[in-house]
Structures are given as structure tokens and as C-alpha cells.
């Protein structure tokens, strides 16, 4: 079952100047807001005066990609190890450290991709430090923010959001076909290359409150899934993801675009999509483009069991996971009830 995120310290350094360094995990909202923040998620990296009255930096990022140990180097950075195959390293020639790369709906270090799936890179001076958000022109979201380009092979990514400690793109449909792919940083001071990564037909997640552990999910009367408004047994939930691949037909929009809200413009993946409950396949009604969102974010609208064993009376929970084509998704929590 889904938990709250406890509020822990796993590792603590002290550099030359005195300044104190931790890492752990924490529930968002009750982290500190400085004019340093980054980030955001359940894992953090912060920097505290010497004698710990304020905070002189922070840094967050989703679960498990802080938090696990921290050490400093010989030029008193820190170095810290997250739990998911995450390291901070930072980058000694004064560019950008890429610590990670994961599904944006996910939270687990991966260097695979599908066309059109939404990515997070996640490291150190990557960005602008005030962050800068997706520009959307004639209904197709920019791939130049404030200077800053994402290149997958030579192409430019459309980019949802930009800063220091991060980076949200799509990736763009030309590597489609495809067995890997290069990705370089272009930013106002110079152009570095940050990873090679490995192509796959579709790497599927499910977004999620990454504080509540629960799968972002709408019930069938149309609010938000939640323990004091479950779904029941036999209606429809809606859940979103990322990383379906190719649309039927091979039939790209342009990178970037808003899906319309209206009109026979939606696509669909090519490879089947299923919503498993551990062994078995739930009814899937819709599975497709997510209207007035931009292209590669998949909506999943899929039925509930009419009937299924309860321990107790009340809110329970049931774990679901996409499949879409061989690849399995992490298993998400929604809120049920008789």
C-alpha cells in the first residue's frame, strides 16, 4: 500500500568552509523555499550554514534519486548516491554533470527510450538557474528555451521545463527506428555532451504523486481518485503515461504539438496497450493521445472488475501497471472500493 514520504537524514559531510551538507528524504512541502531551490521531488541535497541557523542551498528530485549517501570531493563538492542507479557527480571542467536520466512519469535511473516519451534529465548546471517553462507557438511546444537546446542525434526536443537541476523534454520521433542515439546540451556558454542512449519500441510508466505513492488517477465521475473518493468495482479510471512509442501507422505529428481538444486528429500506439492487476489484463476502453496535452502523453481510460475479494470493508488499494508491446511498467497504486 501506498505510504507518505518520512522526513530522514542517511548522510551528513562537513566541508573546509564548515558548511554542512545532508541528504535524505523528505515530503515536499515541508522542505524550505530559498531562492536557491531546484528541483523538486522526494529526495533532496542541502547545503546548511555551519551553524545550521538557515539553508544555504537545496536541491530536490524525485524518490530515490538523492538520498542513499553523500561524500565530498577534494574540491569540497559534494558527491551523492541515489538509490535507483543516480550519482552527482559534479562536473570538474566547470560544465554540466548529468546524474540521471529516467521516464518522466517514473523514478528509476534508465538509459532507454521510446520515440515521443517524456523525459526528465536530472544534474547539476544544466539549465538557467531561474527555471523556464514550455513556450507553446501556433500549438506546438518550442524547443529553444533562453538559449537552451536538447539535441537527440542533431534534433532538437521540444522542452516542457528547464533548469539548473533539471530538464523535461520529448523525445523527438526521428529516432524512430533507430538503435541509439546521442544527446548533447546547447546552452548559451557552449554545447556538451551529456549521454548515449538506447532505443526501445516503448518504455511505459504511470505518472504518480510521488508524496502520496499513488498513481495520478481520475474516477469515473470525472474528480481525482483518493482515499475519501475511490473508484468502485466496474467503473472506468483514467490514468496517464508516458513512453508508448510510435503512434499507429507510424503517423507522427510534428514534435511537440497540443493535441487538439476536438476533431479526428488523435493517434494511437502502435503496439497494444493492457492494464494489469499483477496477472491480470483489466478491460481497456481508451488508450491514446490525451486531448489539449502534448503528443506523448498517453491517456488510459480502463474498467475496473465487477467483483474482486476485499479483507475489509471500505478503501482499499489496487496496484496497476502498463503494458505496452513486451514492456511492463512499474505497478502503481489507485484507490478502490465495493
Same mark, same amino acid.
Given at each position: 500500500?501506498?505510504? !507518505? *514520504? +518520512?522526513? =530522514?537524514?542517511?548522510?551528513? $559531510?562537513?566541508? $573546509? #568552509?564548515?558548511?554542512? @551538507?545532508?541528504?535524505?528524504?523528505?515530503?515536499?512541502?515541508?522542505?524550505?523555499?530559498?531562492?536557491?531551490?531546484?528541483?523538486?521531488?522526494?529526495?533532496?541535497?542541502?547545503?546548511?550554514?555551519?551553524?545550521? /541557523?538557515?539553508?544555504?542551498?537545496?536541491? &530536490?528530485?524525485?524518490?530515490?534519486?538523492?538520498?542513499?549517501?553523500?561524500?565530498?570531493?577534494?574540491?569540497?563538492?559534494?558527491?551523492?548516491?541515489?538509490?535507483?542507479?543516480?550519482?552527482?557527480?559534479?562536473?570538474?571542467?566547470?560544465?554540466?554533470?548529468?546524474?540521471?536520466?529516467?521516464?518522466?512519469?517514473?523514478?528509476?535511473? =534508465?538509459?532507454?527510450?521510446?520515440?515521443? &516519451?517524456?523525459?526528465?534529465?536530472?544534474?547539476?548546471?544544466?539549465?538557467?538557474?531561474?527555471?523556464?517553462?514550455?513556450?507553446?507557438?501556433?500549438?506546438?511546444?518550442?524547443?529553444?528555451?533562453?538559449?537552451?537546446?536538447?539535441?537527440? +542525434?542533431?534534433?532538437?526536443?521540444?522542452?516542457?521545463?528547464?533548469?539548473?537541476?533539471?530538464?523535461?523534454?520529448?523525445?523527438?520521433?526521428?529516432?524512430?527506428?533507430?538503435?541509439? *542515439?546521442?544527446?548533447?546540451?546547447?546552452?548559451?556558454?557552449?554545447?556538451? !555532451?551529456?549521454?548515449?542512449?538506447?532505443?526501445?519500441?516503448?518504455?511505459?510508466?504511470?505518472?504518480?504523486?510521488?508524496?502520496?505513492?499513488?498513481?495520478?488517477?481520475?474516477?469515473?465521475?470525472?474528480?481525482?481518485? !483518493?482515499?475519501?473518493?475511490?473508484?468502485?468495482?466496474?467503473?472506468? *479510471? /483514467?490514468? @496517464?503515461?508516458?513512453?508508448a512509442g510510435a503512434p499507429y501507422a507510424g503517423l507522427f505529428p510534428a514534435?511537440?504539438?497540443?493535441?487538439?481538444?476536438?476533431?479526428?486528429?488523435?493517434?494511437?500506439?502502435?503496439?497494444?496497450? =493492457?492494464?494489469?492487476d499483477r496477472n491480470d489484463s483489466l478491460e481497456v476502453v481508451y488508450a491514446?493521445? /490525451?486531448?489539449? &496535452?502534448?503528443?506523448?502523453?498517453?491517456?488510459?481510460?480502463?474498467?475496473?472488475?465487477? #467483483? @474482486?475479494?476485499? &479483507?475489509?470493508?471500505?478503501?482499499?488499494?489496487?496496484?496497476?501497471?502498463?503494458?505496452v508491446g513486451a514492456a511492463i511498467g512499474t505497478s502503481e497504486w489507485i484507490?478502490?472500493?465495493?
Amino acid at each position: 500500500m501506498p505510504e !507518505s *514520504v +518520512g522526513n =530522514s537524514v542517511s548522510s551528513v $559531510a562537513v566541508d $573546509a #568552509s564548515g558548511t554542512i @551538507w545532508i541528504t535524505g528524504t523528505a515530503d515536499p512541502s515541508t522542505l524550505p523555499v530559498t531562492p536557491k531551490l531546484h528541483g523538486s521531488g522526494s529526495s533532496y541535497v542541502a547545503a546548511l550554514a555551519p551553524d545550521g /541557523s538557515s539553508v544555504e542551498a537545496l536541491y &530536490e528530485a524525485g524518490a530515490a534519486m538523492f538520498g542513499q549517501a553523500l561524500a565530498l570531493t577534494s574540491t569540497g563538492n559534494p558527491m551523492v548516491l541515489g538509490g535507483a542507479g543516480f550519482l552527482m557527480l559534479p562536473n570538474t571542467a566547470g560544465g554540466p554533470s548529468l546524474t540521471g536520466v529516467a521516464n518522466s512519469a517514473g523514478s528509476v535511473a =534508465s538509459g532507454l527510450i521510446a520515440p515521443a &516519451e517524456l523525459m526528465s534529465f536530472y544534474g547539476t548546471g544544466l539549465g538557467p538557474a531561474t527555471p523556464l517553462n514550455a513556450q507553446v507557438v501556433n500549438g506546438v511546444v518550442q524547443s529553444n528555451l533562453g538559449g537552451y537546446q536538447l539535441l537527440f +542525434g542533431g534534433v532538437a526536443a521540444p522542452l516542457l521545463y528547464i533548469g539548473a537541476n533539471q530538464i523535461n523534454a520529448v523525445v523527438p520521433s526521428e529516432v524512430s527506428g533507430k538503435d541509439s *542515439v546521442s544527446v548533447t546540451l546547447v546552452t548559451p556558454t557552449g554545447t556538451f !555532451s551529456l549521454a548515449d542512449l538506447y532505443i526501445r519500441p516503448s518504455e511505459p510508466e504511470i505518472f504518480h504523486d510521488p508524496v502520496v505513492g499513488t498513481a495520478v488517477a481520475i474516477s469515473q465521475d470525472g474528480t481525482l481518485n !483518493s482515499s475519501s473518493n475511490p473508484a468502485h468495482a466496474g467503473e472506468l *479510471v /483514467s490514468v @496517464w503515461g508516458t513512453g508508448a512509442g510510435a503512434p499507429y501507422a507510424g503517423l507522427f505529428p510534428a514534435d511537440g504539438t497540443i493535441v487538439p481538444i476536438s476533431g479526428n486528429l488523435l493517434t494511437y500506439p502502435a503496439l497494444p496497450v =493492457s492494464v494489469l492487476d499483477r496477472n491480470d489484463s483489466l478491460e481497456v476502453v481508451y488508450a491514446g493521445d /490525451s486531448p489539449g &496535452e502534448v503528443f506523448g502523453l498517453l491517456q488510459v481510460n480502463f474498467r475496473l472488475p465487477q #467483483s @474482486w475479494p476485499f &479483507e475489509t470493508l471500505g478503501s482499499q488499494y489496487m496496484g496497476v501497471s502498463l503494458q505496452v508491446g513486451a514492456a511492463i511498467g512499474t505497478s502503481e497504486w489507485i484507490y478502490v472500493a465495493p
